[in-house]
């Protein structure tokens, strides 16, 4: 403050001197820890996210573009919903209104996601909710985790399960046909060695029939790689 005679000429100045060193300091490591924050979130392949109460996102990382074809200031604004499967919501909003319940998170929750161009992605979502600090909901935080490929080799291994399966049960069936087909085969060559013609002719039709089934059989074993080819 400057201090004036009468004639309002300055005789002097009166002031206050701060030392803000440790407060800019302080400021400064700030700034370059979130730098870094934001350096280390935006290299990560997971797209990381924020939204408000309304599921309105708030924050995104570039990853977003990769897991999803969105640029952040495409999915910056919209609400999460916009872009899950209409068949998984329902398993998210009850896990979301758990999560608001218990004041807890969840982990490795699969959702169905459309991609810009108008696929579905699987994702892995992890995520859990944020208060202020009144304790009052201020939104959730957490990121998805593209498992695409993953659940794409899981089906078929499902697949190549049921195909086991089916392989052994119709070993199973065939070792079975095959003891049947053994004693029909016997009861035959026993009647074709009868003297009587007309028992010889209906065994001949008899082993006939047995020899065409045992090949059906042996293709069934072959199949289901139960079939031990002969020395």
């Not at 820890?33 to 408000?52: K, L, P």
Request: charged content about 25%; proline content about 3%.
């Amino acid at each position: 403050e400057v201090i004036r005679d009468d004639a309002g000429r300055p005789l002097r100045m009166i002031g206050v001197v701060f030392d803000n060193t440790v407060r800019r300091v302080a400021e400064e490591q700030v700034r370059l820890n979130e730098q870094r924050f934001r350096t280390f979130v935006d290299s990560m392949r997971e797209w990381v996210w924020t939204v408000d109460p309304d599921q309105r996102v708030t924050y995104s990382n570039a990853a977003v573009e990769s897991v999803l074809g969105y640029r952040v200031d495409e999915v910056c604004g919209r609400v999460m919903s916009d872009v899950v499967h209409p068949d998984d919501m329902p398993l998210v909003t009850r896990v979301l209104d758990d999560a608001v319940v218990h004041r807890r998170g969840w982990a490795a929750l699969p959702v169905r996601c459309r991609h810009k161009r108008g696929d579905y992605r699987l994702l892995e979502w992890y995520g859990m909710p944020t208060f202020d600090a009144h304790g009052r909901l201020s939104g959730f935080r957490g990121y998805d985790r593209d498992i695409t490929a993953r659940g794409a080799a899981e089906q078929i291994i499902r697949r190549a399960d049921r195909i086991e399966c089916v392989a052994g049960l119709a070993g199973g069936v065939a070792h079975h046909f095959n003891n049947a087909l053994c004693v029909v085969m016997a009861h035959g060559y026993l009647l074709a060695n009868s003297p009587e013609a007309t028992a010889r002719a209906s065994a001949r039709e008899i082993i006939d029939i047995a020899e065409r089934s045992a090949e059906l059989v042996r293709q069934l074993l072959l199949l289901s790689g139960h079939w031990l080819p002969a020395a």
